[in-house]
């Protein structure tokens, strides 16, 4: 089974920056990072395949960045001119192809917060 274990969540303002990173023991086709809002149903918001090709949620589009680290096996999630409904709990997680946001993710992470005001 892969493990994952998410860092880097905190505080942000609004039209600031965050950056979360995911460890990653063992080997995934596909990584996804995913949140979810109080009250709100999990969504994916940005994945990457072993080839390196991405895909996003549109309302973060342009301003998040997904990459994947191979060396140090790390999946990380570089989060541009966030604003108030960027804020969440953050999830990483592995999964198989096709790699998509509403594909098959079978190994999640604990999760880290994130909060913007």
């Known amino acids: 089974d892969v493990q994952l274990v998410e860092s880097g969540g905190g505080s942000a303002q609004a039209g600031g920056s965050l950056r979360l990173s995911c460890a990653v023991s063992g080997h995934s086709d596909c990584m996804g990072w995913f949140r979810q809002a109080p009250g709100k149903e999990r969504e994916g918001v940005a994945a990457?395949?072993?080839?390196?090709?991405?895909s996003y949620a549109d309302s973060v589009k342009g301003r998040f960045t997904i990459s994947h680290d191979a060396a140090k096996n790390t999946v990380d999630l570089q989060m541009d001119s966030v604003n108030v409904e960027d804020g969440g709990t953050y999830s990483c997680?592995?999964?198989?192809?096709?790699?998509?946001?509403?594909?098959?993710?079978?190994?999640w992470g604990q999760g880290t917060q994130v909060t913007v005001s």
């Open positions: 990457v395949d072993s080839n390196g090709a991405t």
């Open positions: 997680a592995a999964g198989s192809p096709p790699c998509e946001l509403h594909g098959q993710f079978n190994s």
